[in-house]
């Protein structure tokens, strides 16, 4: 590896150790067996670069929302039955010791301090939920239509962010998947009453 990936691997280790606030330049230096002008050569700041570790982080989730790597998923894209599987995956990544969505809370709260994170941020948090929705409904993250990824993509994020929160805050009264597909159900009943 180069020094832009040590920086990359130091960053995201250190995030997970120490979250975003107490990482310092000088802890991904000391990580990553680099020096501190490589992070402004390769990554411009210190928040550009722990904004891709992060970013990094996220997607190396994404194997697990799918489930046991050997079946994948096993319900039909877009049935009530796949919502609750890939839930239930999300969830599971949760409950995982060490799990690093403890550090995305820290970063929503934090995030008007360091505006440059979030701006970094806000535009990876479009790309979760293009990532989203192929995930629960199928087809390719390439063919989301922008539209979509406005509407159905944000509902999942938002979705998404408010089941970190709960689980971080308080994981004995946090939602398991079957509660979140019955409250779908329930708001598509109401929904299409005549």
């Not at 002008?37 to 697990?64: F, N, P, R, T, W």
């Not at 489930?67 to 919502?83: C, I, K, V, Y």
Request: proline share 4%; net charge negative; glycine share 12%.
């Amino acid at each position: 590896m180069g020094h832009r990936e040590d920086l990359l691997e130091g960053a995201k280790r250190c995030l997970l150790e120490k979250g975003l606030a107490r990482t310092t330049a000088r802890d991904i230096v000391k990580e990553s067996g680099t020096n501190l002008a490589s992070i402004g050569y390769h990554y411009g700041s210190k928040d550009a670069l722990l904004a891709q570790a992060y970013v990094s982080l996220v997607e190396g989730m994404g194997d697990a929302f799918e489930g046991d790597g050997a079946t994948g998923l096993t319900t039909e894209p877009g049935s009530a039955e796949r919502f609750q599987e890939v839930w239930s995956n999300i969830i599971g990544t949760m409950r995982a010791p060490g799990s690093m969505w403890r550090l995305s809370m820290e970063i929503v709260v934090m995030g008007d301090q360091l505006p440059e994170l979030r701006d970094h941020l806000a535009a990876a948090q479009r790309e979760a939920a293009r990532g989203l929705i192929p995930l629960l409904m199928g087809g390719r993250e390439e063919d989301v239509p922008e539209d979509v990824v406005d509407t159905l993509g944000v509902f999942y994020v938002t979705l998404m962010t408010g089941l970190i929160a709960q689980w971080h805050f308080d994981p004995k009264t946090a939602p398991g998947a079957e509660q979140l597909t019955e409250g779908l159900r329930q708001v598509i009943e109401a929904a299409t009453r005549k």
